[in-house]
């Protein structure tokens, strides 16, 4: 479970799923995949290259004392972040238990969002954004030192204001989110208390199939809120729009790189991959939906690698993709491989594991993931330096 192994299974996975299930039904001129496989086959390169030392024995120079109350505390921001949302739409708690009014709102919410009419959200609303997000990181990284059922019980909470954000909106980003940000958690806490890589076992490869079943299940019952109806063809609709949902980034990266990656000459130097930053600086703009649906694409999504693209070009990204692996797994081993705890090293290296995994776009186009990762660096201070005392009962 080394970064670069798990970057390849998880974009080898997403390009054999997407010639899976939509090769019948659309165009693939296979010269982006060929370029996002050279990108994987690069990361390995590092992987095999770097220069590995020899561990003896490594023991953390300190361990965390986790801050339970102040991680609930997150969690509560993230359920009132919720709340907040449902009083803008003007509804109540009681919208979770009527499922027809749940269907009107989150289809009215998906429709206002695609179509462009949503307010651009105001800086309250961005930061209790936030919230929906954090637990997830916060928590993941938490589990590994909870000991008693109760720690267990908030970890595992932090779940819910994600899962009521998507039922009240029909965005499924928000759980998408939530299960990167608390593996990546949970994983550099892992590597950080244990010096070990985690060990993939059967129990692992039954709980990993029980969540992806799980997800499906909860996405199909989004979809049947942002569709509106009911028909009698709804099954076929929602399993088309799940694979696309799925593994469409890979089909429309690749329409969109046989169109423009070579041809790409307007870089931005930065500036696409960091929208969020250029902006607010006035260098670019940033657009409700911030790509357009272009001819022969499944979908307006097309990967964290086409902001990449835009920036430096189809050679150089590749140059890009190469110095990030060679810095990740500098921060990597001196996670593993030695007794450092230092808290920029995990918090960077839990920055760019999010930027590999998040297969939208790229992360940084959103003020939200800034926010999400500074508040995190803060919540590992306290845990690392600010000790606390509990009084266990």
């Not at 208390?193 to 990993?208: A, F, H, M, Q, V």
Request: hydrophobic share 50%; charged share 10%.
């Amino acid at each position: 479970m080394e970064p670069a192994g798990l970057f390849a299974v998880l974009w080898i996975g997403f390009v054999l799923g997407s010639v899976l299930f939509l090769h019948n039904r659309f165009y693939f001129p296979y010269s982006g995949v060929i370029w996002l496989l050279l990108v994987v086959c690069l990361f390995l390169l590092v992987a095999v290259a770097f220069p590995k030392h020899k561990k003896e024995n490594i023991e953390p120079i300190s361990l965390p004392t986790i801050p339970w109350f102040l991680l609930l505390l997150i969690i509560l921001l993230g359920f009132f972040s919720v709340f907040y949302n449902m009083k803008n739409k003007g509804v109540g708690v009681d919208i979770f238990t009527n499922f027809s009014a749940l269907q009107s709102v989150s289809h009215n919410a998906a429709v206002s969002r695609y179509s462009g009419g949503e307010a651009e959200n105001s800086i309250i609303s961005q930061i209790l954004n936030t919230f929906i997000y954090l637990p997830a990181l916060c928590s993941g990284y938490s589990v590994v030192y909870a000991s008693r059922k109760k720690e267990q019980l908030i970890c595992y909470l932090s779940f819910f204001p994600a899962l009521f954000s998507m039922l009240l909106t029909s965005a499924k980003l928000a759980v998408v989110s939530f299960i990167l940000l608390f593996f990546i958690g949970w994983y550099i806490s892992y590597i950080v208390r244990y010096k070990s890589l985690p060990i993939i076992g059967l129990k692992k490869i039954i709980s990993s199939a029980f969540i992806t079943a799980f997800l499906y299940a909860l996405f199909y019952f989004s979809f049947i809120l942002r569709i509106g109806k009911t028909s009698e063809n709804l099954f076929q609709v929602i399993t088309n729009k799940l694979s696309i949902y799925a593994f469409g980034h890979i089909q429309g990266f690749d329409i969109w790189f046989q169109q423009f990656g070579w041809n790409w000459s307007d870089y931005g130097f930065g500036s696409q991959t960091f929208l969020a930053i250029s902006s607010r600086l006035g260098w670019s703009e940033k657009k409700q939906g911030v790509y357009d649906l272009i001819s022969g694409s499944s979908t307006n999504v097309y990967t964290q690698f086409r902001p990449l693209i835009e920036d430096y070009g189809a050679i150089f990204s590749l140059v890009i993709f190469i110095i990030l692996g060679i810095f990740t797994y500098y921060l990597f081993n001196l996670l593993l491989r030695t007794s450092s705890v230092n808290l920029f090293a995990q918090v960077f290296l839990a920055a760019l594991y999010y930027y590999y995994y998040y297969f939208i776009t790229s992360p940084w186009i959103y003020s939200t993931y800034f926010l999400v990762f500074i508040l995190f660096y803060v919540y590992l201070y306290i845990s690392y330096q600010v000790r606390f005392i509990y009084k266990r009962r």
